[in-house]
């Protein structure tokens, strides 16, 4: 990729100049650049180039021609570089350490407002049938008390584990998106219930309940996954036992696994085809799936024939191989049972059923360094080995 044609700037670009006469003159006049000579304007040849931080959020279309939120971000048809060195002000290292002390500060004081609020301070009079529904979706971090008559009763929410100063009751969309990666709190309300009533009758790896509510168990999961936290960091977190953590977050992992794997989530070909880039459509239209293969390391095992299957050579570490696929428009559509790491690509492809998921006409598209063309020889117009330069 070229180098931003913008002086002073060292990103590479990947934005063409305008084709209108008028718009390139504007452009040329705003990142003032000169010849060779420094007696004229300079000319942008074929490969000119400008990158995306001399523009600003109001400069790209927010919506597709569907009224969706865009894949590919594009430019308006009006829009020109503005953002510069010369143009915007330089921020000091030192401001940026204060910017970055004041949210600190600002998340710090919030949450310690959210801790200051005594759960079970304030009791709540409901009718007999919203009792019902309220029980039924936090009946392991509430108790139920009857007021002696037929249509009050009395929700009393237990002070054990939800009234830690950290739990997704508490926590802002901004520290969901952090400590989860879904974007906010709706998005995290979606991924519980598409696990289904199913999540508030698990049968626990521990047997013992955790006293913790169901959106908090799954938010102490997802935590783990994306952050990595140690699970005695975790209890103190939630105000919980280190051991209640493993026992919730083994439960989860066997839960979601077991829940998910049977959404067919393979997309059909016109699917494919419909979100696939323009270009790439152009170029590669039967391309159904673009794989490669991976591996992460995991913890050495204690028992030494797992210690030595797991162990890759090329990693030298312990790690575990998967095959993935993802489509032309960048979702992830295919992964494979996880393999110990001496597995090789070519044991993994043929145990794999990637096969048989594609159509004859289907090509499957993998970088020149992964050579298992000859699993495909069998069936016509199978493996497309892409040259990535």
């Known amino acids: 990729m070229p180098q931003c ?3 002073g700037c060292s990103r590479q670009g990947s934005l063409t100049f305008p084709k209108s006469i008028e718009l390139r003159k504007r452009w040329l006049q705003a990142i003032k650049r000169l010849a060779d000579d420094k007696k004229a304007i300079w000319e942008p040849g074929q490969a000119a180039r400008v990158c995306h931080g001399h523009f600003d959020d109001n400069d790209y279309h927010s919506a597709n021609y569907y009224g969706g939120k865009p894949l590919n971000r594009r430019l308006k048809a009006d829009a020109v570089p503005h953002l510069f060195g010369w143009s915007t002000p330089k921020c000091s290292a030192a401001e940026r350490r204060r910017e970055r002390q004041q949210k600190r500060e600002e ?25 019902e529904v309220l029980h039924e979706t936090t009946e392991d971090a509430c108790t139920h008390v009857s007021s002696g008559t037929q249509t009050d009763s009395i ?16 926590s ?15 998005r995290f309300n979606l991924v519980l219930y598409s696990l289904g ?51 919730i977050f083994i439960t989860w992992i066997n839960f979601m696994f077991h829940q998910w794997n049977e959404i067919d989530w393979w997309p059909s070909q016109e699917l494919v085809r419909y979100f696939a880039p323009t270009d ?17 390391p995991i913890h050495k095992p204690k028992n030494p024939l797992p210690q030595q299957a797991s162990f890759s050579t090329y990693k030298n570490k312990n790690t575990m191989k998967i095959l993935v696929g993802s489509t032309p428009g960048g979702l992830a559509s295919y992964v494979s049972p996880a393999y110990c790491g001496s597995a090789s690509d070519r044991q993994i492809v043929e145990r794999s059923n990637l096969q048989s998921l594609c159509d004859p006409s289907d090509e499957i598209m993998a970088d020149k360094g992964f050579n298992q063309a ?16």
């Open 107 to 131: 998340l710090q004081q919030q949450r310690t407002e959210h801790s200051l609020v005594e759960v079970g301070e304030e009791v709540e009079v409901i009718s007999g049938e919203a009792s």
């Open 197 to 247: 009533d199913a999540a508030y009758h698990l049968n626990y790896y521990k047997k013992a309940i955790p006293k913790i509510s169901i959106a908090n168990q799954l938010y102490l999961t997802l935590m783990k996954l994306r952050t990595g936290h140690p699970n005695r960091e975790l209890g103190f977190f939630f105000q919980i036992d280190e051991r209640a953590v493993a026992n």
């Open 280 to 296: 790439f459509r152009a170029k590669f239209s039967k391309t159904r799936v673009i794989v490669d293969g991976t591996e992460f």
């Open 5 to 7: 044609s913008v002086p």
């Open 172 to 186: 802002t969309d901004e520290e969901i998106h952090y400590y989860t990666g879904l974007g906010d709190r709706s």
């Open 155 to 170: 929700t009393v929410c237990s002070t054990v584990g939800d009234n830690s100063r950290f739990n997704i009751e508490n």
């Open 374 to 389: 000859q699993l495909f020889a069998g069936e016509a117009n199978k493996l497309l080995a892409a040259e990535m330069r």
